[in-house]
Nanobody
Framework: VQLQASGGGLVQAGDSLRLSCVVS????????MGWFRQAPGKEREFVSG????????YYADSVKGRFTVSKVSAKNTVYLQMNNLNTEDTAVYYC?????????????????WGQGTLVTVSS
């Protein structure tokens, strides 16, 4: 399994970005996808997740109402639409996949990781 994240960039506070994560080598629909982020000097944290089968979505409190996770199965792609960005959203964003349908908020539960894409929000 390989994950390729993209879509990061430099934006101003209040702007929007959409991150993409292309999944290759997935052999089952019984997987869950997670988006995590790591800000400078901080630990990596859960942002959002989605069940591949069923599409149930989950969010950290800090992004609820601003971020939306979705997927297009035919494209093997998971998206993270980020609206009303603020400076605290500045981080490297990672997508991750785990076998099994449960979305976990703990990073150690995930089996595969993308390379990360940098999001920088200026004030």
């Amino acid at each position: 399994v390989q994950l390729q994240a993209s879509g990061g960039g430099l934006v101003q506070a209040g702007d929007s970005l959409r991150l993409s994560c292309v999944v290759s080598g997935r052999t089952s629909n019984d997987v869950a996808m997670g988006w995590f982020r790591q800000a400078p000097g901080k630990e990596r944290e859960f942002v959002s997740g989605i069940r591949w089968s069923g599409g149930n979505t989950y969010y950290a409190d800090s992004v609820k109402g601003r971020f939306t996770v979705s997927k297009v199965s035919a494209k093997n792609t998971v998206y993270l639409q980020m609206n009303n960005l603020n400076t605290e959203d500045t981080a490297v964003y990672y997508c991750a996949l785990r076998w099994g349908s449960t979305v976990h908020r703990a990073e150690e539960r995930y089996n595969y990781w993308g390379q990360g894409t940098l999001v920088t929000v200026s004030s």
